[in-house]
Nanobody
Framework: QVQFVESGGGLVQPGESLRLSCAAS????????MGWYRQVPGKQRELVAS??????NYVDSVKGRFTISRDNAKNMMYLQMNNLKPDDTAVYYC?????????WGQGTQVTVSS
């Protein structure tokens, strides 16, 4: 069963940067299109970035600020987040980009506030 561990979140001021990491069990990262999701209380979980062997995709609100990458050899995925805004405040999760597995990690909290 796949397992995810997200890390790297924190409290930052607007305009600052964070790099999130996702550790995945097994070799799932290299097989599937993977993504970073975020969720705020009272709202549905939102896919903000995805990556496969050919391309990366981003939701409009993070284009030009976030960069998704992965290291298949280490079973790791990353989300570099620059120029953070208060609207980026959320818990961030990693999972398969299409038909995510029911198993979610604990997520990592990102708070952007002055």
């Amino acid at each position: 069963q796949v397992q995810f561990v997200e890390s790297g979140g924190g409290l930052v001021q607007p305009g600052e940067s964070l790099r999130l990491s996702c550790a995945a069990s097994g070799n799932y990262l290299r097989v599937y299109s993977m993504g970073w999701y975020r969720q705020v209380p009272g709202k549905q979980r939102e896919l903000v970035a995805s990556i496969n062997s050919l391309s990366t995709n981003y939701v409009d609100s993070v284009k030009g600020r976030f960069t998704i990458s992965r290291d298949n050899a280490k079973n790791m995925m990353y989300l570099q987040m620059n120029n953070l805004k208060p609207d980026d405040t959320a818990v961030y999760y990693c999972n398969r980009a299409v038909n995510p597995w029911n198993t979610w990690g604990q997520g990592t909290q990102v708070t952007v506030s002055s």
